[in-house]
């Protein structure tokens, strides 16, 4: 027996009325039956739905009055089945935890296989549950400014379209869910610890707070017994809501994709026995979705679908009203001796970037329209318009600007090449395809049309990711500026350059997408780099740490998803650690609201080189900027043995691309860095230095450094000198300290590169050191050229020999000295 059927025989023992497929469609002619609503809103008592058997004879108001009673107890029952899911979910990190010590209670690929697709279902009802709480809460505002809580302008419709389009969650489960049960199972019977916990399982029951105990087996059914409830659950709704209703049309497509997927439960389960593979294995799908197939430079939109044995590439084509959905063959590759390789940061022409930028500018203001007619009667046509525009912009916009390219090849002979907008969901593609190739499958031919055939009623993913797609506004989500400051990392199993992705979700008016530079290659990479985005609808947060090496592919080391609601945004203020799988980085969030421009045409970076210490430390959000500490890292990984290494000079042209590079973009920069010979790297710093406006050592403080010289007790000089230093300001200090420590540092090795520090000081303190401009504000003596090199060079040298100088500090110091915080995720 499949668990489709096994879900519908436990439903008929319990006296539940369930529909299947075949029912589904004679509901359309039935009438209103009282224990079809009944069933629906347990554990609501049925004597509260007394409705007449033909609700379209009454009047509108009775009408939206029983659609109102309707909500209210599909609100209930949401509450109740989300303290079922939080109570099974409530020992998984415990069980995580202690998976990886000497006595495990569970192994983590069990814990991963009983909770397998759990916390997803939980925060899909999660934000189910929120919207629809907020809106029976809120009075609605009428035509005539009347507030009215049952009238036409309640809309909830968004909100099932929006669960609906996510119900393919429940397909992975349940997939997985005889596995899950069986591990449940042996391990109660097996391990007395398990079996405690496994036994009695408490929960509070909707608002009555009532507690039901359960067992883990049995709150492991729940997900499969609320799956089978969703069509009931609209079709009652619908049955409630007039056809006039803004409503009426967005139930509709939400029953649609409802009922699909319950029949395609069963077509999947049957389909799963139909083909027997090598080793006793079925082929199944494994997951499915939407990417950009690019064929002879041409972009199609594609369904892709992932069995256990082979990729199969289709097209969709949309159904008009009143039928199914269907899908055309394009490919297919069998996954034996499949080889993958993706690469990122794609060019575009500037003709390719003016228009992305003119869609999204059409797509911001469709929102802004939106926004305006999100009330009243009068614009619900209008809005439907412009929401159908949107979802089309968006999806052009879905097709041309995704950047990471994930390139097939089969050994025989076939290549083919998708592309993808995140590279989060590359990696998900990426890591399950080579967990089925590392089994070195056999492939047994299929059926392609049967199979292409199939795959209306095994699709887990309905529709493509578009965010216009959701007709109501989230509370949850973010509009404003979110910036994300990344700190460092631990936990690398070898040294290796390496660099922090960040991906947002919502609207794509703005790059949702952004990268810290390269580290040098260590064991503890540190950036602190902010990375700052304009987010509207932002709801998740996603992080990969990705490892680079000359002349082979990324490597993409873990990742992890971040939740953006409140608790997260005041906790995240602060430093944090967020485990990518063995990887550990330290990040922190800021999130500024505020009403959004239209996106600029260009989001250039802003130049580095000639601009003030204090305004470039600004802009970047740091005491030591970018560029200064990507040189000294990149001269100390390979450079420190360098002859000269910073009195010969490098080739001027080179150092002048690397200039324009780190003046337009930072990350290409560095990666040109790790490649520059040293001398033109040590000539960047230099000049960086050289360029400032002002320089390093502020103007002002010449004269009063110039009178420390003349202090000949050495230890007093210092003291003086260090005091003076105080009065610089902080990004200026900082820099300067960081300098200090290098130089010292590369004198240690004067043995070798012959660079002792008076040479240093000779080589730095015209660059870091100037006397003030006369007539500029400056009334004090002045000094011929050859003194002020004697000043120059002598203060640098007398600062590179204190032993004992102030550590610098690289980034601007945090809102709390609380200890780093560590999240798993």
């Known amino acids: 027996m499949d668990v489709y059927q096994e879900a519908l025989s436990y439903l008929e023992s319990q006296h539940v009325p369930v529909i299947v497929e075949a029912e589904t469609e004679a509901l359309e002619e039935d009438v209103f ?50 303290s079922e899911l939080e109570t099974l979910l409530m020992p998984m990190k415990v069980l995580r935890a ?138 009652d709704l619908l049955k409630t809501t007039p056809v006039e209703h803004g409503d009426y049309t967005l139930l509709q497509e939400a029953l649609r994709l409802s009922r699909s ?117 009068r614009g619900l046509s209008l809005a439907a318009r412009s929401r159908k525009k949107l979802e089309q912009m968006e999806l052009t916009l879905l097709i041309h600007s995704p950047v990471y390219k994930l390139e097939l090849h089969s050994p025989s002979g076939k290549s083919h090449t998708l592309l993808l907008s995140s590279l989060y969901e590359l990696e998900e593609w990426r890591e399950i395809i080579e967990k089925l190739t590392k089994d070195n499958i056999e492939t047994v031919p299929p059926d392609l049309l049967t199979l292409t055939s199939a795959c209306v009623k095994l699709r887990m993913t309905q529709q493509p990711p578009l965010h216009s797609s959701h007709a109501v506004e989230d509370e949850m989500s973010l509009c404003g500026t979110l910036s994300v400051a990344i700190h460092s990392a631990c936990g690398l199993q070898q040294p290796a350059s390496v660099y922090v992705c960040v991906e947002v979700d919502g609207y794509e008016f703005y790059d949702k997408q952004a990268q810290t530079h390269s580290s040098v290659c260590t064991l503890t990479p540190h950036w602190d780099q902010e990375l700052c985005f304009q987010v509207d609808g932002a709801q998740d947060l996603r992080v990969l740490c990705v490892s680079q090496s000359d002349g082979q592919d990324d490597t993409v080391l873990g990742k992890a998803s971040v939740k953006l609601d409140s608790k997260t945004l005041n906790k995240w203020c602060r430093r944090q650690t967020l485990h990518l799988g063995q990887v550990e980085v330290a990040l922190s969030l800021k999130y500024c609201p505020h009403l959004l421009e239209p996106p600029s045409a260009t989001a250039q970076q802003k130049p580095i080189f000639c601009v003030p210490i204090e305004s470039l430390a600004q802009q970047e959000g740091v005491l030591v900027p970018h560029v200064v500490r990507c040189c000294v890292e990149e001269l100390e990984r390979r450079g420190m043995g360098e002859v000269g290494i910073y ?64 202090i000949q007790d050495m230890n007093s000089r210092l003291v003086s000198m260090l005091s003076l230093l105080q009065s610089c300001p902080e990004p200026n200090r900082h820099t300067f300290l960081y300098l200090l420590h290098h130089l010292q540092r590369v004198s240690e090795k004067q043995d070798v590169n012959k660079m002792t520090l008076i040479n240093l000081a000779t080589v730095f303190g015209p660059s870091l050191l100037r006397a003030p401009v006369v007539g500029l504000g400056h009334d004090g003596p002045t000094m011929d050229i050859s003194q002020e090199v004697v000043v120059q060079v002598q203060v640098v040298f007398s600062y590179l020999q204190c032993n004992n100088l102030p550590e610098a500090q690289t980034s601007l110091p945090h809102d709390t000295d609380a200890e780093d915080e560590t999240t798993h995720m």
């Not at 009944?38 to 008592?45: Q, V, Y």
């Not at 007394?50 to 609100?75: A, N, Q």
């Not at 998976?99 to 697709?117: E, N």
């Not at 691309?657 to 780190?662: G, H, N, Q, S």
């Open 33 to 82: 039956q009282e224990e079809a609503v009944s069933c629906l809103l347990s554990p609501l008592h049925p004597e509260t739905l007394d409705f007449p058997d033909t609700p379209t004879l009454c009047s509108p108001e009775e009408m939206l009055e029983r659609r109102l009673v309707v909500l209210k107890g599909i609100l209930e029952c949401e509450e109740v089945y989300l």
């Open 98 to 235: 202690i998976a990886g010590t000497s006595q495990p209670v569970l192994s983590s690929r069990q814990v991963q296989t009983v909770f397998y697709q759990v916390p997803e279902i939980r925060d899909m009802h999660q934000s189910f549950y929120s919207g629809l709480k907020v809106r029976l809460a809120e009075p609605v505002p009428e035509e005539d400014g009347e507030m009215n809580y049952t009238g036409f302008n309640l809309m909830v419709g968004g909100l099932f379209l929006k669960m609906v389009n996510q119900i393919g969650l429940y397909g992975g489960f349940i997939a997985n869910y005889e596995e899950a049960v069986e591990v449940v199972r042996k391990c109660t019977h097996s391990d007395p610890r398990f079996r405690t916990l496994a036994q009695s399982m408490m929960s509070n029951n909707g608002s009555n707070k009532t507690r039901t105990e359960y067992t883990f087996e049995a709150l492991l059914y729940k997900p499969l017994d609320r799956v089978t409830k969703t069509t009931l659950v609209l079709h």
């Open 647 to 710: 009195r010969v000079s490098g080739s001027s042209s080179d150092i002048g691309t690397l200039k324009t590079a780190f003046n337009s973009n930072l990350r290409e920069a560095v990666t040109r860095l790790r490649s520059a010979e040293v001398n033109v790297v040590s000539g960047v710093l230099k000049l960086f230095f050289r360029e400032l406006p002002e320089p390093l050592i502020p103007a002002k403080m010449f004269q009063s450094l110039a009178r420390t010289l003349d």
């Open 261 to 377: 997927f319950l029949s395609g439960v069963n077509e999947s389960s049957q389909c799963k026995r139909d083909v027997m593979l090598s080793h006793g294995m079925r082929r199944q799908l494994m997951r499915d979705g939407f990417v950009v197939d690019v064929s002879e430079g041409e972009r199609s939109l594609r369904h892709l679908f992932l069995y256990t044995d082979l990729l199969l590439c289709t097209r969709n084509k949309h159904a008009t009203r009143g039928k199914q959905d269907q899908y055309r063959f394009c490919w297919y590759l069998p996954l034996a001796g499949l080889k993958l390789r993706w690469v990122a940061d794609q060019e575009r022409s500037p003709d390719a970037h003016l228009r992305l930028h003119t869609i999204r500018t059409k797509m911001f203001l469709l929102r802004q329209q939106l926004r305006q007619h999100a009330n009243g009667s």
